[in-house]
Nanobody
Framework: QTQLVESGGGLVQAGGSLRLSCASS????????MSWYRQAPGKERELVAS???????YYADFVKGRFAISRDTAKNALILQMNMLEPEDTAVYYC?????????WGQGTQVTVSS
């Protein structure tokens, strides 16, 4: 059973930055795809960004140019660097791992952007 633990959320003003981290109990180099999702109140969970073992990266249009996803192999963690945050980015951010056809989720971390 792979465990994922997110951290780094908080309250920030519009235009500010946050760095989310997702610590994995499994070696991230073995995880096929790691992703960040988010869910705002009253909305469905949506994909923010993902990175595969091939290093191919996907970003949702609404974060292109502002967010950057990466893997920190030294810390065995998935990173989401979020810049130029907007109030619309307010949500609970979840880490997801796809490992040998099994999907694992973290518990989420709250990000709140004030205007």
């Amino acid at each position: 059973q792979t465990q994922l633990v997110e951290s780094g959320g908080g309250l920030v003003q519009a235009g500010g930055s946050l760095r989310l981290s997702c610590a994995s109990s499994a070696a991230i180099s073995t995880i096929d795809v790691m992703s960040w999702y988010r869910q705002a109140p009253g909305k469905e969970r949506e994909l923010v960004a993902s990175i595969a073992t091939s290093s191919s990266i996907y970003y949702a249009d609404f974060v292109k140019g502002r967010f950057a996803i990466s893997r920190d192999t030294a810390k065995n963690a998935l990173i989401l660097q979020m810049n130029m945050l907007e109030p619309e980015d307010t949500a609970v951010y979840y880490c997801r791992a796809l490992l040998r056809a099994n999907v694992y989720w973290g518990q989420g971390t709250q990000v709140t952007v004030s205007s």
